[in-house]
């Protein structure tokens, strides 16, 4: 399998990846390869494949591209994005501590407290955004920060540089959650980071129609140690599901763009519409997070959350009753979505915790997808007044 030229456009080498390169029959998009043996030249010599969970033609067509698009030294594709945040804390020993957003995806987090329960890891949960506070958390020695920007569901964006910055300080590791936006509009590793994960199960893929993760890492050593942990405990991806996410990756720019559009004219009529209390969508001026989504991202993304007047109550037959977005966890697919992040994507999170980070039960999340602007509005408009 060939690899991407590093002079081409980021948008150009999403939609060449692998094209023109099988040499069987000169099929145009490559091939899939189910196979998970390959035949050896010799007992002496394995070929370029031998053994599905270590190597697959899919796997390595999908980890090159997505390691040219965040300028990493290479990739590994893991069966869930899950998968791929568990896979980096094997760098690490059992002593080390982790430092993690406090409001972080609650697979996360529920993993991490977990893990830390089990002993296998320690965690520290912190305001990111709250200088005074990281600034005490460095202070620990952390050996691994992870960051996830803009966060899960509120959209908060933190300073990637300028945490990496006191990282190093502290000669701790990066870790960037790049999910919310893929690498069409944030690249951390550019940013100093050191390692980035994504779910491609989101925007990667963009299509709902696979589960998988990917790790990218700028060092050559943490790539091949991730490589070989990868395949030591068996998490990498299946071919079918790398085979889907390429064909699904070639379109993120124009996916990036229109659902973007789309979600900052939902933004828009939100902010103005009377049964709204708050709207988190760092594409509005009046976003705290405004200014850095300009200094460090190439856009908003299309993910927003919002709160409703009439609370929980009012979120809940919003949720359930609004035309065109489907009822259903997860984000990033060109169709819309809308959730509620307390009682769906973070459930799995202690409610102290959750309260905490401001997750509130009267809060809605949207994936917004690429669907006609006009018929999006119409319906969320339709949606609010009958519950007004
Ligand atoms: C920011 C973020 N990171 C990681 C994950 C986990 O990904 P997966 O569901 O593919 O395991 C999710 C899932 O929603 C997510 O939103």
């Not at 568990?86 to 430092?99: C, G, Q, R």
């Not at 305001?127 to 959209?155: C, R």
Request: with cysteine; charged share 20%; glycine share 8%.
């Amino acid at each position: 399998m060939t690899k991407t030229s590093k002079d081409l456009s980021p948008r150009t080498k999403t939609v060449q990846a692998e094209i023109g390169t099988d040499t069987a029959y000169g099929s145009v998009p490559p091939a899939l390869y189910l196979s998970s043996t390959y035949r050896w030249p010799s007992v002496a010599h394995k070929g370029e494949y031998d053994y599905g969970r270590t190597n697959n033609p899919n796997r390595d067509g999908l980890s090159h591209v997505l390691s040219a698009l965040e300028d990493g030294a290479g990739a590994v594709i893991t069966s869930s994005g899950m998968a791929a945040i568990d896979l980096v804390f094997n760098l690490l020993s059992v002593d080390d501590l982790i430092l993690a957003p406090h409001d972080c995806y609650g697979g996360t987090h529920r993993l991490l407290t977990h893990r830390a329960k089990q002993g296998r890891l320690r965690v520290e949960f912190v305001d990111q955004g709250d200088a005074k506070a990281l600034t005490a958390a460095m202070a620990n020695n952390p050996k691994l920060v992870l960051i996830e920007t803009p966060s899960n569901p509120l959209m908060r964006i933190v300073d990637i540089a300028k945490i990496t910055k006191a990282a190093k300080a502290v000669e701790a590791l990066v870790m960037v959650d790049n999910t919310f936006l893929s690498p069409a509009r944030q690249r951390p590793l550019a940013l100093g980071a050191d390692i980035v994960v994504h779910s491609t199960t989101k925007y990667l893929n963009g299509h709902s129609d696979i589960v998988g993760g990917a790790v990218v890492a700028k060092s050559a050593e943490h790539v091949e140690a991730l490589e070989w942990w990868a395949n030591c405990i068996g998490v990498t991806g299946a071919a079918f599901d790398s085979y889907q996410t390429l064909r699904g990756l070639r379109t993120l720019a124009l996916r990036m763009d229109a659902a973007e559009g789309n979600a900052l004219a939902i933004a828009k009529m939100l902010k103005k519409h009377k049964a709204v209390s708050k709207v988190y969508y760092p594409g509005l001026r009046s976003d705290p997070g405004y200014k850095l989504m300009k200094a460090q991202q190439d856009g908003p993304g299309a993910m927003l959350s919002f709160e409703l007047k009439g609370g929980c109550e009012a979120a809940v037959a919003l949720a359930e009753n609004v035309a065109l977005f489907q009822l259903a966890a997860s984000l990033g697919g060109v169709e819309s979505l809308i959730c509620q992040p307390s009682t769906m994507t973070h459930r799995g999170m202690e409610e102290t915790a959750r309260l905490e980070a401001g997750i509130t039960d009267s809060l809605l999340r949207l994936s917004v997808g690429i669907e006609a602007e006009a018929d999006l509005i119409k319906a969320l408009e339709q949606g609010l007044s009958a519950i007004s």
